[in-house]
T-cell receptor, first 112, second 114 residues
Framework: SQKIEQNSEALNIQEGKTATLTCNYTNYSPAYLQWYRQDPGRGPVFLLLIRENEKEKRKERLKVTFDTTLKQSLFHITASQPADSATYLCALDPSSGDKLTFGTGTRLAVRP | ETGVTQTPRHLVMGMTNKKSLKCEQHLGHNAMYWYKQSAKKPLELMFVYNFKEQTENNSVPSRFSPECPNSSHLFLHLHTLQPEDSALYLC?????????????FGSGTRLTVV
């Protein structure tokens, strides 16, 4: 069956360091991969989208890589800040755009 | 405010009640979605409306009934729910047909079934 795996344990890092979150998937051939941020009690907020033929995408302090051979995406936040503390969700899209499937998310805590 | 508004924010209902969740988007998107988010579980896609037509129903029990009267509004009608239906219900919208786009989510309705 299709599976999207994100580290369920929280990631704790020091302010200023780079946070790296991992998304692995099996039995899936996504055309697109998306990353979202979710704060407690709120809906997810879209951050970045990367296509299957793209290796890397950047937006300000964020960087996403997509390796379709390894079936893995890495999400990096450079120069992390306490305000970056949240849960980050990986989501896969088969191609149609209307069947986005989410992972369970990884909670990031950035210490001052 | 994300452009997707959900009401109410919180709802407590008994198992014999009937209630409705409302979602409204002001983004001009042509697709709307209902997701369920339970603790320690990934978001579960419940229903998809594409150009007002329901295109997905992921084996959702009939006690959940969606309605999409126009491309800006989406409802989720609830009746005879079970305690395990308690969760955060999220509405989202997106623009289909112009390449891949991210979803815009509302803040959700926190539902508690007692």
């Amino acid at each position: 069956s299709q599976k999207i795996e994100q580290n369920s344990e929280a990631l704790n890092i020091q302010e200023g360091k780079t946070a790296t979150l991992t998304c692995n998937y099996t039995n899936y051939s996504p055309a697109y991969l998306q990353w979202y941020r979710q704060d407690p009690g709120r809906g997810p907020v879209f951050l970045l989208l990367i296509r299957e033929n793209e290796k890397e995408k950047r937006k300000e302090r964020l960087k996403v890589t997509f390796d379709t051979t390894l079936k893995q995406s890495l999400f990096h936040i450079t120069a992390s800040q306490p305000a970056d503390s949240a849960t980050y969700l990986c989501a896969l899209d088969p191609s149609s755009g209307d069947k986005l499937t989410f992972g369970t998310g990884t909670r990031l805590a950035v210490r001052p | 405010e994300t452009g997707v508004t959900q009401t109410p924010r919180h709802l407590v209902m008994g198992m014999t009640n009937k209630k409705s969740l409302k979602c409204e988007q002001h983004l001009g998107h042509n697709a709307m979605y209902w997701y369920k988010q339970s603790a320690k579980k990934p978001l579960e896609l419940m229903f998809v409306y594409n150009f007002k037509e329901q295109t997905e129903n992921n084996s959702v029990p009939s006690r959940f009934s969606p309605e999409c009267p126009n491309s800006s509004h989406l409802f989720l009608h609830l009746h005879t729910l079970q305690p395990e239906d308690s969760a955060l219900y999220l509405c989202a919208s997106s623009q289909l047909g112009q390449g891949a786009n991210g979803y815009t989510f509302g803040s959700g309705t926190r539902l508690t079934v007692v």
